[in-house]
């Protein structure tokens, strides 16, 4: 079995994309880029290819190996591996960063959010693809569902084994990503998450298992569809999750630090002064059950804000459910959803 590596160049044709300019924010020289585009099928979708690294794009010395190996291969290859891409799309690619997902940071979250935004006002643009390591490709996914507001199909996807292993499960998530991005019925349904047949949205979709291929789902609110012989299947008309915002950071070029505070039996509550001290601008405490923690370390929260106006944001360790937060005098009631989603 041949490695994305070893595979040979197919399209003879490629050529440099144009460049999106990233000169004005000065962020340009944080990021070696691989631009690419197939030869056009005016017949065919656009879709523009953000590649950020992850399993997707790693290779171990073995094809037995399915941890420890090393992220390195490109947007150009992670498309040579799958040639019948060009069979249903006329893909894009920009290289925004190439790390393991546990290094992805505020920088490449917001140049993607810019860079997605920008492509795809562009009205030949049909949708776009971010390939993501798995570890933290929720975070980005949801981050992106906040950030980018557009009906076109935005599609997150990832690999739970590296491209040289047997059976990686890679190059047909891409495949099917693309499918979906170019798809009419994937509009209006915000951020997606693909990986193993299954189609996610970003709101609701979280990574249950670190090692098993069908890890990504939603345990309550269920999965948006499903692929069928590579065709995408909703069992849902587009709607939109109680509770979405949509921010815009055309004009963000970093965002607040924001510390999250696992609760634990005998919570230190100096936890959240350290957080202070070390520079944060908001804190999330991830509270046992449905969002308790211990009473010293609830005292030293409230004397926290009440001495500094951080806002302090309660939810749950829990992976399901729904926190309510009893209100003070004169204020409103909160209700935290999972993955913070709020409604008043």
């Given at each position: 079995?041949?490695?994305?590596?070893?595979?040979?160049?197919?399209?003879?044709?490629?050529?440099?994309?144009?460049?999106?300019?990233?000169?004005?924010?000065?962020?340009?020289?944080?990021?070696?880029?691989?631009?690419?585009?197939?030869?056009v099928n005016v017949s065919l979708p656009n879709i523009t290819i953000f590649a950020t690294g992850g399993t997707i794009a790693s290779q171990g010395s073995s094809n037995t190996q399915t941890t420890g190996y090393s992220v390195g291969l490109g947007v150009q290859q992670l498309v040579d591996a799958v040639p019948e891409l060009l069979n249903i799309s006329n893909i894009a690619g920009y290289q925004t960063s190439n790390v393991g997902s546990g290094s992805i940071n505020e920088t490449i979250s917001l140049k993607l959010a810019h860079m997605i935004n920008e492509e795809l006002a562009k009205p030949e643009i049909s949708g776009v693809v971010i390939t993501h390591g798995t570890d933290t490709l929720e975070e980005t996914a949801f981050f992106l569902e906040s950030t980018v507001n557009s009906a076109k199909p935005v599609v997150c996807v990832g690999a739970m084994r590296p491209a040289t292993a047997l059976s990686a499960d890679g190059p047909l998530n891409l495949y099917q990503a693309v499918v979906l991005a170019g798809s009419p019925a994937g509009r209006d349904r915000g951020t997606m998450i693909v990986l193993n047949d299954r189609i996610g949205s970003a709101f609701y979709t979280t990574k249950n298992n670190a090692n098993s291929l069908d890890t990504f789902f939603s345990t309550e609110s269920g999965q948006l569809g499903t692929?069928?012989?590579?065709?995408?299947?909703?069992?849902?008309?587009?709607?939109?999750?109680?509770?979405?915002?949509?921010?815009?950071?055309?004009?963000?070029?970093?965002?607040?630090?924001?510390?999250?505070?696992?609760?634990?039996?005998?919570?230190?509550?100096?936890?959240?002064?350290?957080?202070?001290?070390?520079?944060?601008?908001?804190?999330?405490?991830?509270?046992?059950?449905?969002?308790?923690?211990?009473?010293?370390?609830?005292?030293?929260?409230?004397?926290?804000?009440?001495?500094?106006?951080?806002?302090?944001?309660?939810?749950?360790?829990?992976?399901?459910?729904?926190?309510?937060?009893?209100?003070?005098?004169?204020?409103?009631?909160?209700?935290?959803?999972?993955?913070?989603?709020?409604?008043?």
């Open positions: 079995m041949k490695s994305f590596t070893q595979l040979l160049p197919l399209f003879a044709s490629l050529a440099l994309a144009s460049p999106i300019d990233l000169t004005k924010s000065g962020l340009h020289k944080l990021f070696v880029r691989q631009d690419i585009q197939t030869p692929f069928v012989n590579q065709v995408p299947y909703f069992f849902f008309a587009p709607s939109e999750p109680v509770g979405r915002v949509v921010f815009d950071v055309s004009n963000v070029t970093d965002l607040a630090q924001v510390d999250i505070l696992y609760a634990h039996q005998d919570m230190d509550p100096a936890l959240f002064n350290a957080s202070v001290a070390a520079g944060a601008e908001g804190i999330v405490y991830a509270g046992v059950g449905a969002g308790g923690m211990s009473s010293k370390a609830n005292f030293a929260a409230e004397e926290l804000y009440n001495a500094t106006s951080i806002p302090i944001v309660a939810s749950h360790r829990s992976t399901d459910g729904m926190w309510l937060l009893q209100p003070a005098k004169g204020k409103d009631l909160v209700a935290v959803r999972d993955h913070g989603g709020m409604e008043q």
